[in-house]
């Protein structure tokens, strides 16, 4: 077993990786399918994400919002559990988009919600695919980890300072 490298964080980490996700609302603009496809045409930026936890989890987006210490606005210390890592990693991927010049806070983009997954092929913008790809695999983590109640509304104080990089 390996012991995970515990450092302080540095200005790169906190350009790259501490990047707020904000879903305020969700809202969508129209809803057809049958049981377990739905198509989905959502407004703008950050209900994108919405959209695409509510598609692949059947939770409220909402039920991540303040959850750990990275799902929601900010984040600092080390995640808490699979669900925290998720959003760790969703913030990474923004950081990423941002670095190659891309807006994905606010990147609205055309995807659809087709057996309960994100799907986005048709992107030709380069800066649309990174947000919608960012957005999908955060999706997707969340379907596949274990949610803890005991996570929610976390209190940023209980997060710490030691950070993964």
Known sequence: HSIPKFKK?????????????????????????????AHFRNRRGILELAGAIRCTTGR????YLRYGCYCGLGGRGWPKDRVDWCCFN????????????????IESYHWECEDNAAVCESLEDKCQKMACECDREAAKCFS??????????????????????
């Open 9 to 37: 964080p540095k200005n790169y980490f906190i350009s790259v990786c501490l990047i707020p996700q904000k879903i305020k609302s969700f809202s969508s603009t129209g809803y057809k399918g049958t049981f377990g496809e």
């Open 90 to 105: 969703h913030d990474c991927c923004y950081g990423k988009a941002e670095q190659a010049g891309c807006h994905p806070k």
């Open 144 to 165: 596949k980890a274990p949610y803890h109640t005991k996570h929610l509304l976390w209190p940023d104080f209980m997060c710490g300072e030691i950070q993964p990089l």
């Open 60 to 63: 409220s987006p909402f039920a």
